[in-house]
């Protein structure tokens, strides 16, 4: 194992993060925050680590796939780590496991906080927990792609462990163009929305906040009562269209600007996406209208919020779903295992894989009623090859397990099976609220340290596409080769 | 469409089954109960329809893919449809809709009843009742395998339908020949069964009911309490391990009888099964004994029998599971999804098909660590075809599914979402008991009547292995080629 390397790699990933403290101490500053000395402390901390670990040594510029994973796992645990503590030495949180938690959950755009009073909490601590997600999001390591080069480490190990989804379309030949693209992409989606909130009446400070909540897919508010705070039918509708927009394949974006939209719009995970999101708008829209009786734009507008955050894996909220009927709620806690597109800021199984577990539904049915006939599963026209199909069934099998193991494990609890069930949903697919315990109107605060614990692996498995962590747990990994 | 040879093959169903209310009209004249004569009656009015339909005259005697599959879904719903005449008729079930129900579930295997109290009914109608349970448990239409030869019928399509599980081994050359030791080993269980629990000092009714229920997975009881009714510890160890025992793939009796003991050891889904029921049956026991500090036996008994009851998909119990810490219940409620082995009379998803799946991840993590090596997936030290692991995975990917629509079109009944959700795997795992509404002290009755059908197609579809009943509803199946 190549240790020197993966050392030099977190920590050029540290010193990013320490430059990444910078915004929050200016937000403290303009807001005259004394906790935002905080902030120049912690930087100067993760600065002085960061390059320590860069001077390590290393025999080759290679990095194998071991390395690889463990630096995307390892990196993400060390930002984790330094990012929580502003939170903790501020005094906001005054407990280290959660201020870890909190931040896992941001970086990881999870969106699960354990923090009962949001709103006494200062601007400056707010902006950060806010802008892990938005770091998060586009996956810190993605960001850096343009940096690693830079130390001629070759990343597309990496890109392939971190890139989410499986399908890993190379958007142009070369890695650092990838992240220049998406990165544009994604830049330019916080803008627009950004400006668009400030339209609304937010200010900068709050349209900013809840952009990188949306645009990470994240989920963080600096309100108790999440978007519910904001009456503006026209903030929830930028809100909800924004978190759709980033639950789509960001090359897509990079499709239309080069005005190739065929590709958009013949994309077929997009079209089931969308697919998904209107018939889950539809079916809680009539079944609230059923119940309820209410005004038919302000239904709708709520339908479409809650289908659209749980789905994207975001988990703002503008109601308690909890008080919907019991059929609506079903629709949402189905949503939670569907997620956003391959190449978005969204968690969970993710679109694409549901349509090729679909299609193999679909061609097993063809076999029965035409047993010699040859049946190819494609997308976008192509032929799937078999370790595609593999590496995507196992993904699945290996997320329904560890909803299994997870769920046992926290009914230790001692909380109902469904309060238990949606906890390990909304952390392993990053979505952040659940029902019951871990409903819209509860937090995380009450678990137990060892529970914690627990969710915050569950919570980076799942960013991380699970065999990235999981792999690391296995014996075979740790083996050297003779 | 061959529709000559489908009403044709129903109809000797029918035949069969007007002869199988004799015992049940036996038992009821032994207990003098007016009752019976119902039976006679049901019995004259199955035999004429069976009579007319294996009249119809057919142009060709092969039966195609289409027709098996027409003949396997058809003849189960036709066989209930009979079958559940005694209950309506006897008025011991008021509505025609609940017996469908009752019938579907014990011919199914599943043991949901819609019956409030067992105990009043009439001794004949209850032997019929369990009596479905043990036609259900070998599958009418293998125990007819014998007889469709006769008529000139190839059956492989129907067996390859019927067989539950994936790896229809050919246990002998000849079909005929596998129906009858198939039959042999059941028959043989079931007396050894009736034989011990008479020894425990039940009548050789109560010991006969309960053994149909053991043997064919079903969980039919004749006393309110199920088998808590019954104090003995003996009788509950006996009942348990004979669960456990009809969950086996009934051709390793064969072997055992074979002296081939080398192929029942190393059967690796045998030790899967074992070691599932062993792992499940010591977490809950320490869970308990944690808890409630009670007897050690004791204990172990309940744990033992509730893992063995809830994995073979049977659903007696001893005592009531909602009780017991949630962790304890969180092990049950998991083990919902793993069901029997192939070729045992347990439904569910089976555990050869998760044995499939976890290998499948097992290879997906060391194809990370290894990209270039041939990794080949193997059960039994045979190679799985790409086929076999397409269908292994649709199935699981289809169940879940089903699931998934299932439970949000029960959610329609106002029930929470752990009691719908359970009461789908309940239903389409043919178990029986789930969790809430439908726990072990609750039964089925009170849902409405399009709940009831809802229900009744999902223990249908279940039996029959997803793609049997599922094909029949697309589009695909009923075009008629050129």
Redesign the interface.
Known sequence: MNYGIIAKVIGSLLIFEAAMFLPAFMAGVYYDETSSLVFLGVMLLTLVVGGILTRFTHSSRDIR??EA?IIVAGGWVAVSAFGALPFYLSGAIPSYMDAFFETVSGLTTTGATILHDIESLDKGILFWRSFTHWLGGMGILVLTLAVLPALGVGGFQIFKAETPGPVADKLAPKMKHTAVILYTAYFGITVLETVLLMFGGLSLYEALVHTFGTVGTGGFSTLNSSIGGYSSAYVQWVIAIFMVASGVNFSLYYAAYRKRLSDVFQNEELRFYLLIIITATM?IFFDLQWVFHGSVFTTLRHSFFQVASIMTTTGYATVDYEQW???S???L??LM?VGGCAGSTGGSIKVIRLLV??K??K???????H?RAMLPVKIHKRLLE??VI??V??????Y??IM?AG??LL??E?????S?FSAVAATLGNIGPG?GFVGPTQNYADFSMPAKGLMSVLMLMGRLEL?TV??LM?P??WKERA
Chains 1, 2 share one sequence.
């Open positions: 796939a071991k994973l079916l009927p019991v059929f709620q079903s629709v806690f189905f295992f577990l679909v193999l539904v061609r097993e049915i063809m076999h029965i009623l047993p078999a370790d593999a590496s069934t196992s993904f699945y099998v290996l329904l397990l299994a769920t046992m009914t230790l001692n909380i109902d099976i469904i238990a029902f065999f999981f792999i296995t075979d990994f």
